[in-house]
C-alpha cells in the first residue's frame, strides 16, 4: 500500500526483516484514522459549543429515555467517558445549565444527573451535524464494507 504505514512497513522490513510487524499495519491505521476522525469530530462539536465528552454525557443522558436521568456510575458505564472524568465534566455541564444533579431518590448519599431542556436543545441540535459528519468521514466505504469493518472493530473491542 501507498500509505505512510505502507511505508514504515517497508522500512521495518527493510531494517529488521527478522521481526513480524504485520500488526503495525492495522494498529498505526487504525491510530491515524483515529486522530483524523477525532479532528473532524471536535470541529463539529466546536460549532455547538461542545467538546466530545461533553456531547457523549449529554448524548448518553438523551439516548437512556425519559427521564433522561442516570446516576454517575450509570453514566460512566454507559458512555465513552472515563469515570475520572465525569465529575469535571458534570460541572461544567451543570454551569452551563444542559444537567441537573439531585439527591438520589433512593440512595440519599448517591446523586442523580438529569438532562435539562436546555441539555436536550443542546444535544439534539448537534446530533444531526454529528452524524453527518460520521458519514462524511466513511464516505469511502460502501455500507458492505462498513458493516464488515464494524463487525471486526467489535471483535478487537472485547
Known amino acids: 500500500m501507498s500509505d505512510h504505514v505502507g511505508m514504515v512497513l517497508g522500512q521495518w522490513a527493510a531494517e529488521r526483516p527478522d521481526l513480524d510487524v504485520s500488526p503495525m499495519?492495522?494498529?498505526?491505521?487504525?491510530?491515524?484514522?483515529?486522530?483524523?476522525?477525532?479532528?473532524?469530530?471536535?470541529?463539529?462539536?466546536?460549532?455547538?459549543?461542545?467538546?466530545?465528552?461533553s456531547f457523549d454525557v449529554l448524548a448518553t443522558l438523551r439516548r437512556s429515555g425519559e427521564p433522561y436521568t442516570l446516576s454517575p456510575k450509570e453514566l460512566t458505564a454507559s458512555s465513552m467517558v472515563t469515570s475520572s472524568a465525569i465529575a469535571q465534566r458534570l460541572n461544567r455541564l451543570e454551569a452551563q445549565g444542559y444537567v441537573l444533579r439531585s439527591p438520589s431518590s433512593s440512595d440519599r448519599r448517591g446523586k442523580q444527573v438529569t438532562l435539562t431542556d436546555a441539555g436536550r436543545a443542546a444535544v439534539d441540535a448537534a446530533l444531526p451535524d454529528h452524524v453527518a459528519t460520521e458519514h462524511r468521514l466513511l464516505d469511502g466505504l460502501d455500507g458492505g464494507e462498513r458493516e464488515v469493518l464494524a463487525a471486526l472493530l467489535a471483535k478487537l473491542d472485547t
Open 25 to 53: 499495519a492495522v494498529v498505526g491505521r487504525l491510530s491515524r484514522v483515529s486522530r483524523r476522525f477525532d479532528e473532524q469530530l471536535a470541529a463539529t462539536f466546536a460549532q455547538h459549543g461542545l467538546d466530545a465528552a
